[in-house]
């Protein structure tokens, strides 16, 4: 300690235990920096500096009867701050164990859900689809039995039926347009009945 902080501490050190909380303060102020700056080069990656800067004044201040005047006061509030540092190293520990032993659990139950969501999801929407394509005309319901269930070209689907290829795309388009509102439709009256 250099001679200034000895300085402080005699004149201070007793005050602070009487519990003058002016004295208290000084301490603080005066001891802060250095605190802080070895707390934060000492602290586990991923722990609180800040938070355990505070621990330690605040450990070091409720145990104020306890130091010695006339000691190295940094000393004592250094052997603090290393333990409220192997605290917060320790809680680290127990978090990432935790995190390792139940997070692919959590990870697995949500992706559970999720699936079982999405099922019910597809489930409404091919029910809608197949409500949209009996809701066709005959001549669109076999467009479209020859194009997704027959899995017939396009040029044999113009050749069938007596069109040019474009014509068949073209109405396939707007039949894939017809059946994507119907569906929106479906589920937006779907939701509304829920509600």
Known sequence: MDTGEEDLAESVYREAQAGDQV????IVRFHQ???R???AAHCPAGGDADDVAQRTFIAAL???AEF???TRFR???YTIARYQVMTEATRLRRLADYHSRYAPELLSRELERRAEEADDTSARQVHHLRACIEGLQDRLQELIGWRYTEEIP???MAERSGRSVSAIKKQLWL????????IEAKRASASGEMI
């Not at 004295?23 to 000084?26: D, G, H, N, Q, R």
């Open 23 to 26: 004295a208290l303060e000084t």
């Open 33 to 35: 920096r250095p605190i």
């Open 37 to 39: 700056a070895w707390i």
């Open 62 to 64: 409720t145990r104020i």
């Open 68 to 70: 010695e005047v006339g």
């Open 75 to 77: 000393a004592w509030l």
């Open 154 to 156: 396009l040029a044999e």
């Open 175 to 182: 039949t894939r347009r017809k059946l994507q509102a119907c």
